[in-house]
């Protein structure tokens, strides 16, 4: 699934929770949009990085 997390509905999340789980693993980058995180900049739409 290419879209970013932050598009991401509930029904996604529940057909991708698989995907999910690699996605936030050890998260660098949060959305300061929409309070997700991941590991990678690219699933978020305002990826800023955590220290
Ligand atoms: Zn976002």
Known sequence: M???L???KKKDIEK???ELI???DKPRFICKDCAR???DKGFLCKPIKLK
């Open 2 to 4: 290419a879209k970013s």
């Open 6 to 8: 932050c598009k991401w």
């Open 16 to 18: 991708n929770i698989h």
């Open 22 to 24: 690699h996605i936030v």
């Open 37 to 39: 995180s991941a590991h």
